[in-house]
């Protein structure tokens, strides 16, 4: 089936720096990656939506400027948090829409656990 | 706002046990649902699927009910395994939007 390859699984880092976060797309095109940030035992937030070759469309509330997403190839998606702060600490999932002329279906990564310190 | 919701923040069986998970719905719209199981610390895992032209669809020891005149959907687990214990999150997807919308989420604890 579909695999998305989400890395770090963990990152703790200090304050007032950047993460990078990335999903791979393993044995498929993922036209569309989805961005999801999840506090605990709360439901999952969606955070963006990018298609490959353009530019995401942030959910209201979602600053583009800290949280930059770029989905410049069919199989990877990266989300970076700049400068980051300890309010940005989050579980943060990838998902991919699997296409089969429409979205049929989406598959998520395994999630990166977010520390800043 | 149109939204998912679930009813049973947590369920609590006992191993062996048949687990009914209820997820209400309030998108008149809504065409396509999906079941997901997420243990902690790690990404939802897909379940199963249901679109609206059905009303029942079954999987290995799971089975998806959709009830549309009432916006309603529900999941069944079958002789429930402490290793089903995770949290479970309905979604769905109106026909015009390729993005879903999740629920609260259930968190299944099963006692051995």
């Known amino acids: 089936g579909a695999v998305v390859s989400q890395h770090p699984s963990r990152v703790i880092c200090k304050s007032g720096t950047s993460v990078k976060i990335e999903c791979r797309s393993l044995d498929f095109q993922a036209t569309t990656m989805f961005w999801y940030r999840q506090f605990p035992k709360q439901s999952l937030m969606l955070m963006a939506t990018?298609?490959?070759?353009?530019?995401?469309?942030?959910e209201q509330g979602v600053e583009k400027d800290k949280f930059l997403i770029n989905h410049a190839s069919l199989t990877l998606s990266t989300l970076t948090v700049t400068s980051a702060h300890p309010e940005d600490s989050s579980f943060y999932i990838c998902s991919a829409g699997i296409r089969t002329g429409g979205i049929d279906g989406y598959t998520f990564g395994s999630g990166t656990r977010l520390t800043v310190v | 706002g149109e939204s998912v919701g679930l009813h049973l923040p947590t369920l609590s069986v006992q191993e062996g046990d048949n687990s009914i998970i209820n997820c209400a719905y309030s998108n008149s719209a809504s065409d396509y649902f999906i079941w997901y199981k997420q243990e902690s610390g790690k990404g939802p895992q897909f379940i199963i699927d249901i679109r609206s032209n059905m009303d029942k669809r079954q999987g290995q020891r799971v089975t998806v009910l959709l009830n549309k005149t009432v916006k309603h959907l529900s999941l069944q687990i079958a002789a429930t395994q402490p290793g089903d214990s995770a949290v479970y999150f309905c979604?769905?997807?109106?026909?015009?939007?390729?993005?879903?919308?999740f629920g609260r989420g259930t968190s299944l604890i099963v006692h051995p």
């Open positions: 979604a769905e997807r109106s026909g015009g939007s390729y993005i879903p919308t």
């Open positions: 990018s298609n490959e070759g353009s530019k995401a469309t942030y």
